[in-house]
């Protein structure tokens, strides 16, 4: 795979993302669903924001994982909250220590919704490529 990232605005290089990533000759694509804080036995949790995200990260590193591919790999992550002001108040730190420990520069989406599945409020979609 050869990866190229677009950006051309200064402050994108703040946010450990980029405007678009172009992506020649991949091994393969893989499309997730959207990943919640649910455990093993499909039960949501009802933690905070924070301790959801950190949950939701688990689980989405698991898929990769099992699917035979790498978060390194993450060239879109999609991101849906319940509250964008509770989300940069509470989550802003470990998501971004997240994308660094990674390695990830990604197109990404930040959106608020009226609301998930039970007492989540935080979901992650993610495009991944080898």
């Known amino acids: 795979m050869e990866k190229h990232t677009v950006d051309p605005w200064k402050w994108g290089q703040y946010t450990n993302s980029v405007q678009a990533v172009e992506i020649k000759e991949p091994a393969g694509t893989l499309y997730c669903s959207g990943q919640v804080a ?19 990260f688990q689980n989405l590193e698991q898929l990769i994982g099992e699917a035979g591919y790498e978060c390194a790999g993450i060239v879109r992550l999609n ?9 940069f108040a509470t989550c802003t730190d470990i998501y971004q220590a997240w994308l660094t420990k990674h390695g990830i520069r990604q197109a990404t989406t930040l959106l608020e919704v009226k609301g998930l ?14």
Do not use: I, N, W
Not at 38 to 56: F, I, N, Y
């Open 79 to 87: 991101v849906y909250t319940t509250s964008v002001a509770e989300f």
């Open 117 to 130: 599945y039970a007492s989540l409020t935080v979901e992650l979609e993610a495009t991944v490529v080898k």
């Open 38 to 56: 649910l455990d093993a036995e499909g039960q949501p949790s009802t933690a905070d924001m924070r301790s959801q995200l950190q949950q939701t």
